[in-house]
């Protein structure tokens, strides 16, 4: 049974700070290609950042310079460190874990609410 868990959400005023945390269980976890997500109310879903197994790390621009991805492979676990907290922050934030060899594997964690507001 491959189950995503995630903790950390919630609500946070503007500037503020929160760590995610996506532990992974019933996968090869360093095998994976791992990533955050969001979905905000309206807008289609969006990666938000990306760390590979091999160790390559990407952000998208609208959160480059505030978030943060890391993983611990002794822990299976892949966090998110959101500093300077915006108000276009607010969506459910989704776990992914991603991985191609001779066919397609890719779970999902069953989302957090992160809101920023005042």
């Known amino acids: 049974q491959v189950q995503l868990v995630e903790s950390g959400g919630g609500l946070v005023q503007p500037g503020g700070s929160l760590r995610l945390s996506c532990a992974a269980s019933g996968i090869i976890f360093r095998l994976y290609d791992m990533g955050w997500y969001r979905q905000a109310p309206g807008k289609q879903r969006e990666l938000v950042a990306s760390f590979t197994n091999g160790g390559s790390t990407n952000y998208a621009d609208s959160v480059g310079g505030r978030f943060t991805i890391s993983r611990d492979n002794a822990k299976n676990t892949v966090y998110l460190q959101m500093n300077s907290l915006k108000p276009e922050d607010t969506a459910v934030y989704y776990c992914?874990?991603?991985?191609?060899?001779?066919?397609?594997?890719?779970?999902w964690g069953q989302g957090t609410q992160v809101t920023v507001s005042s």
């Open positions: 992914n874990a991603h991985r191609i060899i001779f066919r397609v594997y890719d779970y």
